[in-house]
């Protein structure tokens, strides 16, 4: 199976207009770049106007676990009836809801999955069967219904011949080089929670990667013991 999408390009003479939000991090949320998103995107005619999900939409915290400790998860009710699963459905509920909000204003919702997202189809691995429906988070969400195309982790939607969106899995001072290196073509991708750019050339061809500001508050209560940190709100908008 082929690891990229690519989106239909626009009608001659026409525009489409992407608007690109990663890192939302569920109840981390920023409320004032989430309102702004969406006075932004009413801007544009509805016919033109895309969202890409860049990736971390959920946070899935009570899913930060290793192998070893998913596998003594699994094995232990309580575990599952009383704290995993009421964790999962209030968090999906959060999900469900902005997605609602979302779909009321943009035309086409992409749905790239994050490192965040991904723990939910980690752990099924290891969940017990007879639980396992409660941690689908795509049919929890209902993707397909909501004609929401989905792109795992690691894999790429690309806008145009030379233009890809990934999540994003490097983190250092050459993320920008290290992303670039994975597609070589330009790539814009979220993860870090802050923006930068690096240009590239090949046989004089430029090319750039980008990394995407985040939506979600820049100290929520998990950061805030890991001291300073230079992440950035907002989102990024391309026309094709």
Same mark, same amino acid.
């Given at each position: 199976?082929?690891?990229?999408?690519? $989106?239909?390009?626009?009608?001659?003479?026409?525009?489409?207009?992407?608007?690109?939000? @990663?890192?939302?991090? !569920?109840?981390?949320?920023?409320? =004032?770049?989430?309102?702004?998103?969406?006075?932004?995107?009413?801007? $544009?005619?509805?016919?033109?106007? #895309?969202?890409?999900?860049?990736?971390?939409? $959920?946070?899935?915290?009570?899913?930060?676990?290793? &192998?070893?400790?998913?596998?003594?998860?699994?094995?232990? +009710?309580?575990?599952? /009836?009383?704290?995993?699963?009421?964790?999962?459905?209030?968090?999906?509920?959060?999900?469900?809801?902005?997605?609602?909000?979302?779909?009321?204003?943009?035309?086409? +919702?992409?749905?790239? /999955?994050?490192?965040?997202?991904?723990?939910?189809?980690?752990?099924?691995?290891?969940?017990?069967?007879?639980?396992?429906?409660?941690?689908?988070?795509?049919?929890?969400?209902?993707?397909?219904?909501?004609?929401?195309?989905?792109?795992?982790?690691?894999?790429?939607?690309?806008?145009?011949?030379?233009? !890809?969106?990934? *999540?994003? @899995?490097?983190?250092?001072?050459? *993320?920008?080089?290290?992303?670039?290196?994975? %597609?070589?073509?330009? %790539? +814009?991708?979220?993860? %870090?929670?802050?923006?930068?750019?690096? @240009?590239? #050339? $090949?046989?004089? +061809?430029?090319?750039?990667?980008? #990394?995407? =500001?985040?939506? #979600? &508050?820049?100290?929520?209560?998990?950061?805030?013991?890991?001291?300073?940190?230079?992440? !950035?709100?907002?989102?990024? !908008? %391309?026309?094709?």
């Amino acid at each position: 199976m082929s690891r990229v999408k690519k $989106v239909p390009l626009p009608k001659k003479n026409e525009v489409a207009t992407y608007f690109i939000a @990663s890192d939302w991090h !569920t109840s981390a949320m920023h409320e =004032p770049t989430f309102k702004i998103l969406l006075k932004h995107a009413k801007l $544009v005619p509805r016919k033109q106007r #895309s969202l890409v999900i860049g990736g971390d939409f $959920v946070d899935c915290l009570h899913l930060m676990m290793d &192998d070893t400790t998913m596998k003594k998860a699994a094995k232990c +009710i309580y575990t599952i /009836e009383q704290i995993l699963i009421p964790e999962t459905e209030s968090e999906l509920a959060w999900a469900n809801q902005i997605l609602d909000e979302c779909q009321k204003v943009f035309d086409k +919702i992409y749905f790239v /999955e994050g490192n965040h997202d991904w723990r939910y189809r980690k752990w099924l691995r290891y969940c017990p069967a007879a639980y396992s429906h409660n941690f689908d988070y795509k049919k929890i969400l209902r993707l397909k219904e909501r004609n929401i195309p989905f792109i795992a982790y690691n894999d790429y939607l690309d806008l145009s011949p030379n233009l !890809t969106i990934t *999540h994003g @899995s490097k983190h250092g001072r050459n *993320h920008n080089k290290q992303h670039y290196e994975m %597609v070589y073509m330009s %790539v +814009i991708y979220g993860h %870090v929670h802050h923006h930068n750019c690096t @240009s590239f #050339s $090949v046989r004089g +061809i430029p090319h750039k990667a980008w #990394s995407l =500001p985040c939506m #979600s &508050d820049l100290a929520p209560y998990y950061q805030m013991k890991r001291g300073e940190n230079n992440w !950035t709100n907002g989102y990024a !908008t %391309v026309q094709v």
